[in-house]
């Protein structure tokens, strides 16, 4: 129940949203704060705050004002309808508000919170100083950019999934890759998201519960990845410093490689956020140069153009990485991913540990596993289907003066080429590309999975090491191990799992989320 006193007060909207000049009659000729607030359902945040010659903005500076004092945060496209009528000029905007100033003289306590309630009922958002001094100029909500979920959206966020999908989404009023706050039927706050109004992935969550998200907080988790990435001290100069949604960053990655880093925006949300994002790793790591790899194909999903980028500094052509004692030289524009598989160092490491006598790498891209495992080998071979991967395993092998017999071709059709040849090897590697890109795919996928598991089995002598990798999120760990008993079974041969991994720790997991554990490696050991 409204005290009697609120009820006295029943503002109106007039009551706080005066006419374009009259109003800020009281602020001429004086140094005001500007205050530009953002309201926290427990309190409210300051978002920009600045001292600033009333002048300023009765004048139609207001707005140039208020971007600056967010770190000169662009004002959208979103907000151009909004600017273009009348009193433009008394609107601050921030990133993702747009409001009209109000000028008070004194706000005293019981009419700063009656004027609370009004903007909450109204507009879902007001801000008011309570550090009220003699002048404030306040900051209403013009648009609520808000999506409404479902009771299945709803679970989906308590269970800390950060998808949305667009049949679990109600209703948005947004724009594309507008930060949304998201909110159930009855109105509750669940967190807040990244709108996309192209994917099926409509929202994708920065955060649960009440705290915003804004850049501070993009800024704020990028610190603590780089960070934890530092304290993993890992014996390379390439390794991943964000890996999307497992650092709460969805659809941001960024590679680090050497003194140049890669980054990919692969959401409407985050891309808009990519000038934030590449200033923030250019204070934070001051690298020679910073390359935008917006190539990947999921970008089409996004309504997002396929594109390559230098955002900072410079990239030379090709750039040398030293990854456990072995010299890659590596293309961050052309090569597939970010430039190398990142994702394998640890993998080929743990390898390393029991490969012996012949080798064969399969799917071997720059010869990642082979030049690892070779110098504990007799001798090697690499297959790719590739001519351009190849001629670059033959490079890499050169410069680390490491014998590698590097051959372009299918590896179905090679590793049937070497059964009927009667070849035998004691360390078979075996790293596809996704074979099930999407769920449809699985069942094919399956049996490709399974196809070359059968053969290297065949091919590999007692005693044997397989590495075999699948790198479909597709297809779990769980329907993987399936797959290779299978073929263990078709080719009568008893194997033990000596060790079952996964990708690099700098590519963790986030629990409760399946898709960020996407590549399997087992370490298999073939007894007879
Ligand atoms: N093992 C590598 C990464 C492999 S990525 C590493 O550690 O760095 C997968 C590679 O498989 C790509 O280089 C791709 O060109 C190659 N490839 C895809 N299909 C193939 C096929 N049917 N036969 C041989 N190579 C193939």
Redesign the pocket.
């Known amino acids: 129940m409204p005290s009697a006193f609120e009820r006295r007060f029943q503002p109106q909207r007039h009551d706080f949203v005066r006419e374009p000049r009259r109003d800020d009659a009281p602020a001429h000729r004086e140094h005001v704060r500007v205050v530009v607030l953002a309201r926290q359902a427990r309190g409210v945040e300051v978002v920009a705050q600045r001292r600033a010659d009333s002048d300023d903005f009765v004048r139609g500076d207001l707005l140039a004002l208020a971007a600056s004092a967010e770190h000169d945060a662009a004002v959208g496209s979103p907000f151009d309808d909004v600017l273009r009528d009348g009193d433009a000029d008394r609107r601050i905007v921030h990133r993702r508000f747009a409001g009209r100033a109000v000028i008070f003289h004194r706000v005293t306590e019981p009419l700063q919170r009656a004027f609370e309630v009004l903007f909450q009922k109204k507009t879902g958002v007001i801000g008011a100083n309570r550090n009220s001094h003699r002048r404030e100029l306040y900051y209403r909500h013009y648009m609520a950019l808000t999506a409404v979920v479902g009771v299945r959206g709803e679970r989906r966020i308590a269970s800390g999934h950060p998808w949305i999908y667009r049949s679990d989404v109600a209703d948005v009023s947004g724009a594309a890759g507008d930060i949304v706050s998201v909110k159930n039927a009855r109105g509750r706050t669940l967190g807040h998201a990244f709108f996309s109004d192209r994917s099926q992935i409509t929202l994708r969550m920065l955060t649960v519960g009440e705290r915003a998200a804004n850049v501070a907080l993009i800024r704020e988790r990028i610190s603590a990845a780089i960070a934890f990435r530092t304290s993993l001290a890992l014996d390379s100069t390439a390794f991943r410093l964000v890996h999307g949604e497992a650092d709460l960053l969805p659809s941001l990655v960024v590679d680090r490689y050497g003194d140049y880093l890669v980054v990919q925006t692969l959401s409407q949300g985050m891309d808009r956020l990519l000038p934030e994002v590449v200033r923030a790793l250019d204070e934070e790591l001051h690298p020679n140069g910073i390359l935008a790899r917006n190539d990947p194909r999921t970008r089409l999903l996004e309504g997002l153009e396929q594109r390559v980028d230098l955002v900072a500094g410079e990239i030379p052509e090709t750039i040398d990485v030293v990854e456990s004692g072995v010299r890659y030289d590596v293309d961050l524009r052309h090569g597939?991913k970010t430039g190398?598989?990142l994702d394998?160092r640890e993998n080929?490491e743990a390898a390393r540990a029991y490969a012996h006598g012949r080798l064969l790498d399969?799917?071997?891209?720059?010869g990642?596993?082979a030049l690892a495992l070779a110098p504990k080998c007799t001798d090697t071979i690499a297959?790719?289907?590739?001519e351009d991967?190849v001629a670059r395993i033959r490079r890499n092998a050169d410069r680390n003066g490491i014998a590698v017999d590097a051959r372009v071709?299918?590896?179905?059709d090679e590793l049937r080429g070497l059964e009927r040849l009667r070849e035998r090897f004691d360390t078979i590697v075996l790293?596809?590309?996704a074979f099930a890109k999407n769920k449809g795919a699985v069942e094919k996928a399956a049996a490709g999975y399974k196809e070359i598991n059968l053969r290297a089995l065949k091919l590999l002598s007692p005693g044997g090491i397989l590495v075999t990798c699948s790198c479909s999120y597709n297809v779990n760990e769980g329907a993987f191990a399936d797959i290779v008993l299978d073929a263990a079974v078709d080719a009568q041969a008893h194997v033990t799992v000596v060790e079952k991994r996964m990708q690099g720790r700098d590519h963790p997991v986030l629990l409760g989320v399946p898709e960020t554990y996407y590549l399997k490696c087992f370490i298999l050991r073939k007894l007879a």
């Not at 399969?362 to 720059?366: A, D, G, I, Q, R």
């Not at 297959?383 to 590739?386: E, G, L, P, T």
């Open positions: 597939q190398l598989f394998q080929r399969c799917f071997s891209y720059h990642g596993f297959f790719d289907v590739s991967a071709g299918n590896v179905f790293d596809p590309p």
